[in-house]
């Protein structure tokens, strides 16, 4: 486990795809009523530690769902993220834009005798685990002071992950969420609500 700033990573709130169960990956859909409340409230509890840009540095992924959560979360403390597309979601190649049943009709046997987590490694076309893992070990790297992050499901369990210094099968076991704020620190990992 390296030594990492202290980080907050917060997860995109619900979109119109999750609430249809479609996979989004590198697509995007709008945030939900639901979404933009779940963003509200990470708002609120970042308000509640005194967060701010003199003390923190802020992220987004690029991806629209991000941006839109980041606009609700961070504008009324008046911070202006920055872009960073290592922050981006797994690409989920074939299965993009896809319900669990499309996958299972156009892919038969897709879900068959696969770990939830892992499944997530062998889609056609997919980016895979490593090229996640790679983008996350470069994002650490260049960190030179505490973070916010505003990404994806995904993502943030890789980053929480490496900073935590997980194998796969525990940083696939780490707890999701959206509407939360996962704090690290010292090796000590906390979930906000």
């Not at 590198?26 to 979404?35: C, F, H, K, Q, V």
């Not at 409230?41 to 991000?66: C, K, M, N, Y």
């Not at 960073?84 to 669990?100: K, N, P, Q």
Request: hydrophobic share 40%; glycine share 16%; charged share 20%.
């Amino acid at each position: 486990m390296g030594v990492y700033p202290e980080l907050y990573v917060l997860r995109h709130g619900e979109t119109v795809w999750n609430a249809e169960g479609r996979m989004q990956g590198t697509l995007d859909s709008p945030l939900t009523e639901r979404g933009c409340a779940q963003a509200r409230r990470q708002g609120e509890i970042l308000a509640s530690l005194g967060l701010g840009g003199a003390t923190h540095r802020f992220f987004v992924s690029p991806q629209g769902r991000a941006r839109q959560t980041a606009g609700i979360v961070l504008g009324p403390l008046g911070v202006v993220p920055t872009l960073d597309a290592r922050l981006r979601e797994i690409g989920l190649g074939a299965y993009e834009g896809l319900t669990h049943a499309d996958i299972e009709r156009r892919f038969p046997g897709a879900y068959d005798q696969q770990d939830a987590f892992l499944w997530y490694d062998t889609v056609p076309g997919g980016e895979g685990f490593a090229a996640v893992a790679e983008r996350v070990a470069g994002f650490l790297s260049d960190l030179d002071g505490p973070a916010v992050v505003i990404a994806h499901g995904m993502l943030s369990k890789f980053l929480r992950g490496a900073v935590l210094g997980l194998d796969l099968a525990a940083t696939g076991a780490l707890p999701g969420g959206q509407g939360v704020v996962y704090h690290l620190k010292d090796g000590a990992h906390r979930r906000l609500d």
